[in-house]
């Protein structure tokens, strides 16, 4: 389903992506000048190493839990939870279990 395929209409997150072994797997839902919106799953033993990032992205769990390290604070994220990890701090994410998110990155 390409962004066209969502204007306009609803759709369940959690069907965006499907969980896939000993991988990452990502969706990008909405691609705008000022910022994206993707969706993840991860699947367990799986995570994004410490990067940094120019802009603030909201990150919405939507399936499972999540270890999230901003600044080397550990969060465990859960479904239904959000946090949003703040632009030019290191963060990383780990799947103790598997997870999906959404991660809505803001340009401006």
């Given at each position: 389903?390409?962004?066209?395929?969502?204007?306009?209409?609803?759709?369940?997150l959690?069907?965006?992506?499907?969980?896939q072994?000993?991988?990452?797997?990502?969706?990008?839902?909405?691609k705008?000048?000022?910022?994206?919106?993707?969706?993840f799953?991860?699947?367990?033993?799986?995570?994004l190493?410490?990067?940094?990032?120019?802009?603030?992205?909201?990150v919405?769990?939507?399936?499972?839990?999540?270890?999230?390290i901003?600044?080397g604070?550990?969060?465990?994220v859960q479904?239904?939870?959000?946090?949003?990890?703040?632009?030019?701090e290191?963060?990383?994410?780990?799947?103790n279990?598997?997870?999906?998110?959404?991660?809505?990155m803001?340009?401006?």
């Amino acid at each position: 389903m390409d962004e066209k395929n969502l204007l306009a209409k609803t759709a369940n997150l959690k069907e965006l992506t499907d969980y896939q072994d000993g991988a990452v797997v990502s969706k990008e839902i909405l691609k705008k000048e000022t910022g994206t919106v993707t969706v993840f799953a991860f699947e367990q033993g799986q995570g994004l190493s410490e990067h940094t990032a120019p802009f603030d992205a909201l990150v919405c769990i939507l399936d499972g839990t999540a270890e999230i390290i901003i600044s080397g604070k550990s969060f465990t994220v859960q479904e239904g939870e959000t946090i949003i990890m703040p632009a030019n701090e290191p963060h990383a994410l780990k799947a103790n279990e598997r997870f999906k998110m959404m991660l809505v990155m803001i340009r401006s």
